[in-house]
């Protein structure tokens, strides 16, 4: 199943969508005349017709009308009102992905009239520069060529990977949250840079390129973190004090801890949408 000619739609103009329209219309995946978006606010509404320049409208049904793809973009306490508002208008030709987190692919069925395949994915911002790292997984009736059209609709702002709906939560918790986390070990190491006397920009480029630049060693060597680790530590050198304060501080369990609450969070989202 291709994306070729197919007329995608949103619910939800925010943040999250707006990253997935930068990366697909900036790709030249779909042209704009074949993407709708639908938001309550007037504003958002206005900026998106403005900087894609997209279908917008108040109506959720309109996009429904239009689309072949509809992506659900609002947060997750919205979802059980879009749902009961629009879940009947929806057809089995169509494809829905929901980006919501902690909202599964039985919660939005019930709400479909029929066998609507339904894909669950989890997206995150970097999406806006192509480079965003998307898990998705299928509904009951999704079938192998909906996940393809997923993966595809995904791969062109990043990378995408399948996963069992399952482990949806973790994703949640280590990608979806994730950008949040490396911004903050980022703005930690430039402040880090300043104490030590950096001026401020040059702080935060060297931090951020860093950063950059070792994901992209882990990327393009294939080479495990643990050995690239090992070449930048020179026996008693400079390094070997900076990663023993790290461990000192407990950075490791740092990570463990906040994907934990994190997907423990993303868990209890879908016990909260009722
Ligand atoms: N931000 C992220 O990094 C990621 C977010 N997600 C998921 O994406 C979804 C959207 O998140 P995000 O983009 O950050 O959220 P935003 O709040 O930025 O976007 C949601 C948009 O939907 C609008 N909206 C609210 N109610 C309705 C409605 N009934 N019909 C149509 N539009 C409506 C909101 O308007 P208003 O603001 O006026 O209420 C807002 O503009 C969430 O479910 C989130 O879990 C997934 C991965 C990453
Ligand atoms: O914080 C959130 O709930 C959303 C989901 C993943 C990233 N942002």
């Known amino acids: 199943m291709s994306l070729n ?73 919205v979802m059980s009102e879009v749902l009961a508002e629009t879940g009947s208008r929806f057809s089995s030709g ?88 490396m911004y903050i070990i980022a703005e930690a190491l430039a402040d880090a840079g300043v104490r030590m006397g950096l001026p401020r920009d040059v702080a935060l480029i060297l931090a951020s390129q860093t950063m950059l630049g070792s994901a992209r060693m882990i990327q393009e060597t294939g080479r495990s973190p643990a050995v690239l680790k090992d070449m930048v530590t020179t026996p008693g050198g400079t390094t070997i004090e900076g990663l023993f304060a790290l461990e000192e501080s407990g950075i490791r369990a740092a990570m463990y801890r906040a994907v934990e609450r994190a997907s423990r969070r993303s868990a209890e989202l879908s016990g909260e949408a009722k």
């Open 5 to 77: 000619g197919k007329k995608l739609g949103f619910i939800g103009g925010g943040a999250m969508a707006e990253a997935l329209l930068t990366g697909i219309t900036g790709a030249g995946l779909l042209p704009a005349q074949q993407i709708m978006a639908s938001d309550i606010s007037e504003q958002r509404r206005a900026y998106l017709k403005e900087k894609f320049a997209i279908g917008v409208t108040t109506d959720n049904s309109t996009v429904i009308n239009h689309a072949d793809i509809v992506i659900l973009a609002v947060k997750p306490f």
């Open 94 to 181: 169509q494809i829905v992905i929901s980006i919501a987190a902690g909202i599964s692919t039985t919660y939005i069925e019930k709400y479909l009239a029929g066998q609507v395949p339904v894909v669950r994915a989890m997206p995150n911002t970097p999406a806006l520069l192509s480079a965003g790292a998307t898990a998705v997984c299928c509904g009951r009736w999704a079938l192998d060529r909906h996940q393809q059209l997923a993966l595809s609709l995904f791969s062109a702002v990043g990378r995408a990977v399948p996963v069992p709906e399952k482990l949806m939560d973790a994703v949640t918790g280590l990608s979806g949250s994730g950008p949040a986390y």
